[in-house]
């Protein structure tokens, strides 16, 4: 599967940005989706996972009741609306997936078979 992550710019603290993941196929039900980030010196970090089906969701605590991870079947697309934003989370955003996700392993990047190219997420103070 291809993954093409889209929605990322230059926005001033407190505002709001939706990324976009579009997939190649059908993700639904047997795929699980997740949205790391990387900042200039710093490795990848785990944001957010939407476990196959759709039915759990997890955060980092750094992002937990500001952004949402959400899915759109009908267009292969997996979203996250992130709200309130701060000049911490400004990195490149990636989006990955997995058919062979297991819990303990989600917030591992290497859990993640399948990468999107990363769409930049600049927040100014």
């Known amino acids: 599967v291809q993954l093409q992550a889209s929605g990322g710019g230059l926005v001033q603290a407190g505002d709001s940005l939706r990324l976009s993941c579009i997939t190649s196929?059908?993700?639904?039900?047997?795929?699980?989706a997740a949205w790391f980030r990387q900042a200039p010196g710093k490795g990848r970090e785990f944001v957010s996972c939407?476990?196959?089906?759709?039915?759990?969701?997890y955060y980092a605590d750094s992002v937990k009741g500001r952004f949402t991870v959400s899915r759109d079947n009908a267009k292969n697309t997996v979203y996250l609306q992130m709200n309130s934003l701060k000049p911490d989370d400004t990195a490149v955003y990636y989006c990955?997936?997995?058919?062979?996700?297991?819990?303990?392993?989600?917030?591992?990047?290497?859990?993640?078979?399948?990468w999107g190219q990363g769409t930049q997420v600049t927040v100014s103070s």
């Open positions: 990955a997936a997995s058919r062979t996700l297991i819990q303990s392993s989600l917030r591992n990047p290497q859990a993640y078979a399948y």
């Open positions: 196929e059908r993700t639904s039900g047997s795929w699980s």
């Open positions: 939407l476990w196959r089906g759709g039915s759990n969701t």
